[in-house]
């Protein structure tokens, strides 16, 4: 690669590791805000639905407008709106009549970056002069892993030290983050992956059954990793009977390990492996995980399932990703942008589902996991078809 794209590929791996925080550091304080301002479990679980309906309003409207804003414009607008998002969750309770309407206000800005970021940062990769894209998309998607896994550390080291009573400085250490690669990010130089008047138009999209396919791959990914993902630290927790803090890192912290190894594995040797190969594997390896912590009898085992999980789904969003890009070449933008549209739809969809079979079976969780298989069985299916066709 050409030295001076060095720049924009970190500031792109910044970028992600700042959706990571994005996305992450409110999940942790939810029982703080909770306590603090008096807010109800359905107020809490509408935070986690609205941060995604933000996100994917910003999918939509990004597939019509960035390439008018273009590329560097809006990357530098969604960190300045990520670093504003994060001063605004530790301030905007305290000065609005209402915390909750506080709250929503911020994730309104955090959304806004958060949304950005997810349709921007894999184009502006894919178009860079690299040798192999796929294996470059999924070393970039392993940053949004270690940057979950950091926030999960660093904010259990903060909450030691410091206390979880000045949470709020925690957000704004963060948001330095965001605001460090505003600046990084101006000076970037940024490639266009398709022209404009190249670019298919979104009903011309819309028109092609591929495109579609990939649409459905894409929620599957979402749902096939957020399934697990989002109920594992209270698996952990029920499985284990261990505490909050070894929850989170036997669940959460550890499924984002082993996402972010196998991302960083692909990204290394990706040139030598066939990408829909891997993806086929690593969605026999995900029903596998869902059976190993459904069906095992032994706890530990059941976690292991976890964290397999986490090593099998790191390559299904990237590698979708690049599938796409490689398939539809003149996609463009709203390619992506309807891709993350579908991954965020996959990522609301999947924790739901397992939340609403797990209500029908008297709270069972692992009722709900076991239909949660649905998605990575479904991904394997639609990768073969894609295989047999070609």
């Not at 305290?94 to 949304?115: K, Q, V, W």
């Not at 059976?291 to 590698?319: E, Q, R, T």
């Not at 070449?329 to 609403?356: K, N, R, W």
């Not at 709270?363 to 078809?385: D, Q, R």
Request: charged share 10%; glycine share 8%.
């Amino acid at each position: 690669m050409n030295p001076k794209y060095k720049r924009t590929l970190y500031a792109c791996y910044i970028g992600y590791i700042t959706q990571a925080v994005v996305n992450n550091i409110a999940l942790l304080l939810f029982v703080t805000f909770q306590n603090e301002f008096q807010l109800s479990l359905e107020q809490i679980g509408f935070l986690v639905t609205y941060n995604f309906s933000v996100q994917m309003a910003i999918d939509f409207i990004s597939a019509k407008y960035v390439d008018t804003w273009g590329y560097k414009a809006s990357a530098v607008a969604a960190h300045i709106f990520a670093a504003i998002g994060l001063v605004a969750l530790g301030t905007f309770p305290y000065l609005f009549p209402s915390p909750y309407i506080g709250l929503l206000a911020a994730f309104t800005l955090s959304g806004l970056g958060g949304g950005l970021i997810e349709v921007l940062i894999s184009p502006i990769v894919e178009a860079l002069p690299t040798d192999n894209k796929s294996s470059e998309m999924s070393l970039l998607h392993s940053f949004y892993c270690w940057g979950y896994v950091g926030v999960v550390l660093l904010a259990t080291l903060y909450f030691k030290i410091a206390g979880i009573e000045n949470w709020r400085y925690l957000l704004f250490l963060m948001a330095l983050i965001p605001v460090f690669n505003t600046f990084y990010f101006i000076k970037a130089p940024v490639r266009v992956l398709v022209k404009a008047e190249h670019s298919l138009s979104v009903r011309k999209l819309a028109s092609m059954k591929l495109f579609w396919l990939f649409f459905l791959l894409m929620i599957c990914s979402g749902a096939a990793e957020q399934a697990m993902n989002q109920w594992s630290s209270y698996f952990a927790e029920s499985g284990l009977q261990v505490s909050k803090t070894a929850g989170d890192l036997l669940g959460p912290c550890m499924f984002a390990v082993l996402m972010g190894i196998s991302r960083t594995f692909y990204g290394k040797y990706g040139d030598k492996i066939d990408l829909k190969l891997f993806i086929t594997g690593s969605s026999a390896l995900c029903v596998t995980s869902y059976l190993l912590a459904v069906f095992s009898p032994n706890p530990l085992l059941s976690l292991a399932g976890c964290g397999l999980c986490g090593l099998s789904v790191g390559i299904m969003w990237p590698g979708v990703f690049s599938l796409a890009a490689s398939h539809c070449p003149q996609g463009g933008t709203a390619m992506f942008a309807f891709l993350a549209l579908a991954g965020d739809i996959g990522c609301g969809s999947g924790p739901a589902v397992v939340g609403s079979i797990a209500d029908q079976f008297m709270g069972n969780i692992k009722s709900g996991l076991a239909a949660a298989i649905l998605f990575p069985a479904l991904l394997m299916i639609c990768v073969n078809f894609l295989r047999r066709k070609e």
